[in-house]
């Protein structure tokens, strides 16, 4: 399985250059911008890069039809498929470490109303993208790059726009049931537990999504 | 060695090869106890199917020109000096027969036939 | 009888078009030649092979094992150059084999290097930046490098020019020098075939036509040529297939020892290539001055 989360890694060699760099863009403008953008520049960056990650690794593979010859490969397609999920996170991961480097340089320069990188910024942006490659890699397996195209822009956005404007509403809206009761549970259980529940969430989601993907991926045939 | 093969010829190629292998075990090209080469580098050499060579090396060794060592190879088989002329006498026998039947079609007579063979030894004289 | 690969009944169902009843097997030591036309099933039976899709009946041995429940230990043995070979265009070959290499056991970069040097090829070069005989090329060597006892080739050398078939040729009977190792080559140009394959399986339909060694194949049938006034019913029980012409016929036959008694010197006979093989039985019969 390491050498094919190696071979995402390599091929999109050119790629990483342009994601960094879009990375570094995003994270100025949030800055600059400040407000709720500052605030969660680590997520929304890391997630933007971790989606363009997701989308590029599986565009490369439908383009040169290489899934041909990878399956011809004495390999196990399960492995195919975990290398997927456990790329896009050891990627995100990455993305992650460095923005937080970038952020320690930034803050000597108050024009940038970022933050220093904190726990909570990293397991949020973690949990996100492990919903994100839960929801979109089962339709990658199972379609192929081009036929899960539609659906990868609306799941982007969802994943993009959604946490702000799901804080937004529920500030907005503090009486709607929904919303109170998430609120008094959140206020009864302590900040670590909250955070504990939210990664063990988005870990199983993402497990399950796998688990799916392998047995879609098993019955794919080229 | 020599073998060359005409890959339109009616004759099977498997035949051509025995042919001209025998030709040369009898006319002494080939000495007893020599060794071919093996059925896949003759195949490759001579760009035909190994199952050719193989076939026409199984046919010489059932008429007794070559025999087989497991793990050693192919080599042409000891001849006692009798059973070497008996073999020539027949190839000759056999050329002579087609050479018989060509003249009862062409209506040339026993008598002329021979005249011309005598000719014939005559020349290289 | 040492079997690389041992397929029977073999089934596959398509939308249009269904692969019925396909059996055969090859020995190691042997070259196969997998012939038939455009769409006759030969990559289909190749990716059955591979478990690129999955069969609806039938089985598939290979080396003894089935080729499902021990597919990565057969696949460790199995040497594969594909029709179009997909590789990842912005790769270097260096990198394209680090991404392959480590899945063989037996991987073996001496011998991989090898063979870079001798198809000229260098490490370095982008994948697509090759032409199409090199990217055959390169598929061979990562084929050949990891002790594999079966290649498998599927139309290596469509597009190709003679030179690099030929070069392929000259290879094969390479490889084949070793009698472990076993190919199977399939291919529409017959010509690459008429010298160096062993058997020839020819697929046609979906349907196996025989799995034969190729010079009994070409013993078996006889191209016959003869005037109009030779085409009797003896001509045409026999034939595979007949084309007429203004000025005579030429048939695709099997029993020409028959007619050599019936019409002795009044017919031509020849040795038919693989390609008329293949030709008079896809298409049976051909008028040349039918009207279009």
Known sequence: MFTLIYKELLIQKRSLRFNLGYAVFLFIIFGLTGGPFADMAYIMGSVAVAFMFIQTGCAYDDKNKSEVIINSLPLARRDVVRAKYWGTLLYSAGMLAGMAILGYVLLHFPVFKLHAIQVRDVIVALSVISLLAALYYPFFFKLGYIRSKALTMAVFYLFFFGPSFGLSYAATHPDHPIVSSIFTHLARTPQWLVSLAAVAAALAVMLISQAISERIYRQREF | MTIIIANTAAEPIYEQIARQIKDMILRGEMKEGALLPSIRSLAKELQVSVITTKRAYEELEKEGFLETVGGKGTFVAGQSLELLRERKLALVEEKLAGVVAECRLLGITEAEAIRILQLLFREDE | ??????????????????????????????????????????????????????????????????????????????????????????????????????????????????????????????????????????????????????????????????????????????????????????????????????????????????????????????????????????????????RENQFGFEALVRNAAGLRQAYGNKLVYAKPTLEEIMLYTVRRNGNVHADL
Not at chain 3, 42 to 49: A, N
Not at chain 3, 57 to 70: M, P, R
């Open chain 3, 1 to 242: 009888m040492d079997y690389c690969l041992e397929i029977t009944g073999l089934t596959k169902r398509f939308k249009g078009f269904s692969l019925q009843d396909v059996s055969f097997s090859l020995e190691r030591g042997y070259i196969m030649g997998f012939i038939g036309p455009n769409g006759a099933g030969k990559s289909t039976t190749i990716k059955l092979i591979m478990n690129l899709l999955r069969k609806d009946g039938g089985t598939i041995k290979i080396f003894g094992c089935d080729h499902v429940a021990a597919e990565r230990e057969v696949k460790e043995k199995i040497g594969f150059v594909y029709d179009e070979n997909h590789f990842y265009e912005e790769l270097t070959l260096e990198e394209m084999k680090r991404i392959i290499a480590p899945f063989y056991y037996s991987w073996e970069e001496e011998t991989y290097r090898r063979y870079l040097k001798f198809f000229r090829l260098t490490a370095g070069q982008k994948i697509k930046d090759l032409s199409k005989g090199m990217k055959m090329k390169y598929s061979l060597a990562i084929a050949l490098s990891h002790q594999a006892d079966l290649i498998i080739m599927d139309e290596p050398t469509s597009g190709l020019d003679p030179i690099v078939r030929s070069e392929l040729l000259d290879i094969l009977y390479r490889i084949i020098q070793d009698e472990n190792k076993a190919v199977l080559f399939s291919t529409h140009l017959t010509s690459d075939l008429d010298k160096v394959a062993d058997y020839i399986t020819f697929l046609n339909e979906g349907r196996i036509v025989f799995s034969q060694p190729k010079e009994d194949i070409l013993t078996d049938y006889t191209i016959v040529k003869g005037g109009g006034d030779t085409l009797g019913t003896a001509v045409r029980e026999n034939s595979v297939g007949i």
